[in-house]
Nanobody
Framework: QVQLVESGGGLVQAGGSLRLSCAVSGASVSANGMGWYRQAPGKQRELVARITSAGSTNYADSVKGRFTISRDGAKNTVYLQMNSLKPEDTGVYYC?????????WGQGTQVTVSS
C-alpha cells in the first residue's frame, strides 16, 4: 500500500518562500510521474506541477517561474520549492502520481499566504 506524507506548509507573507516535501512509501518516486496538487478553499483540486519518470517538469501557468518540482530517489521524496508566493497560492497541497488513478491521498499540507 502506497503512503504519501506531505509536510513543510505554513503561514507566510506574500513574496515569501516555502519548500514542501512529500515522503512516499510503497512505490518509487523515480519510476512514477509525480505531481503536486493544490486545493484552494471552495475550489477543486488542481495539478500545479509535475515531474515525469524521465525527470521532465511541467507547471501550471499560475505558478510557472515561481515553483520548482524536484525529487530525491534515494530519499524517495518529492519536493516543491515555492518562491514569490501570492495570496492566491493559499490552499492545501498534496502530492500523488499524475499519470494514472491516484493512490490514496495523504493528509496534505496547508499553505497560507497573507497579503
Amino acid at each position: 500500500q502506497v503512503q504519501l506524507v506531505e509536510s513543510g506548509g505554513g503561514l507566510v507573507q506574500a513574496g515569501g518562500s516555502l519548500r514542501l516535501s512529500c515522503a512516499v512509501s510503497g512505490a518509487s518516486v523515480s519510476a512514477n510521474g509525480m505531481g503536486w496538487y493544490r486545493q484552494a478553499p471552495g475550489k477543486q483540486r488542481e495539478l500545479v506541477a509535475r515531474i515525469t519518470s524521465a525527470g521532465s517538469t511541467n507547471y501550471a501557468d499560475s505558478v510557472k517561474g515561481r515553483f520548482t518540482i524536484s525529487r530525491d530517489g534515494a530519499k524517495n521524496t518529492v519536493y516543491l520549492q515555492m518562491n514569490s508566493l501570492k495570496p492566491e497560492d493559499t490552499g492545501v497541497y498534496y502530492c500523488n502520481r499524475y499519470w494514472s488513478t491516484p493512490w490514496h491521498w495523504g493528509q496534505g499540507t496547508q499553505v497560507t499566504v497573507s497579503s
